[in-house]
T-cell receptor, first 113, second 114 residues
Framework: DAKTTQPPSMDCAEGRAANLPCNHS???????VYWYRQIHSQGPQYIIH???NNETNEMASLIITEDRKSSTLILPHATLRDTAVYYC??????????????FGRGTSLIVHP | SAVISQKPSRDICQRGTSLTIQCQVD?????MFWYRQQPGQSLTLIAT?????????ESGFVIDKFPISRPNLTFSTLTVSNMSPEDSSIYLC???????????FGQGTRLTVV
């Protein structure tokens, strides 16, 4: 598995963009980068994933560097409800096609008023 | 997508007893997994629940302590046996619905052993 490194904590002002970095320097060519978040007392929630192109959905944007050794999750206009632990995961491929998310410590994002 | 229902949502149990946690999915899924999240920690994979065969356990987890059943493609149970206070954690069910798709998680079962 490719390992990921994230800062343990970050904070952001409400309404501003939150930029969460992730290093995955040992990522393989066919491994995707996934982001999940876990709001307190809830199960993890999928946010976005990508291979090498930048991706955007209704929740966030994912910027992956050209060498794929790092990525940044961007929450364009953070709200108080975005306070959560954010996990960057590199997919582990399994026989049969499904994958098992392996979680690191993640980044605890606190959005303050 | 998949909607996962976990029961119970929380429980307080006496040491030495066992608790069975149920995970029901609203559609047939290929893979089902069980995770543990100890207080203040990240998620740790316990095992993969295999339909029709024995579960596949990760290092540090054994069948006698965490027996798992998966009778069909929509349901699985995890039992925490002979509980001690160290088993106090959140237990989460997760499913994978196919290649290059996200994993879905239940809301978890918050277990406190006293």
């Amino acid at each position: 598995d490719a390992k990921t490194t994230q800062p343990p904590s970050m904070d952001c002002a409400e309404g501003r963009a939150a930029n969460l970095p992730c290093n995955h320097s040992t990522i393989s060519g066919n491994e995707y980068v996934y982001w999940y978040r876990q709001i307190h007392s809830q199960g993890p929630q999928y946010i976005i994933h990508g291979l090498k192109n930048n991706e955007t959905n209704e929740m966030a944007s994912l910027i992956i560097t050209e060498d794929r050794k790092s990525s940044t999750l961007i929450l364009p206009h953070a709200t108080l409800r975005d306070t959560a632990v954010y996990y960057c995961i590199v997919r582990v491929a399994m026989t049969g096609g499904s994958y098992i998310p392996t979680f690191g410590r993640g980044t605890s994002l606190i959005v303050h008023p | 997508s998949a909607v996962i229902s976990q029961k119970p949502s929380r429980d307080i149990c006496q040491r030495g007893t066992s608790l069975t946690i149920q995970c029901q999915v609203d559609s047939q899924v290929t893979m089902m997994f069980w995770y543990r999240q100890q207080p203040g920690q990240s998620l740790t994979l316990i095992a993969t629940a295999n339909q029709g065969s024995e579960a596949t356990y990760e290092s540090g987890f054994v069948i006698d302590k965490f027996p798992i059943s998966r009778p069909n493609l929509t349901f699985s149970t995890l039992t925490v046996s002979n509980m001690s206070p160290e088993d106090s954690s959140i237990y989460l069910c997760s499913v994978g619905v196919g290649w290059n798709t996200e994993a879905f998680f239940g809301q978890g079962t918050r277990l406190t052993v006293v």
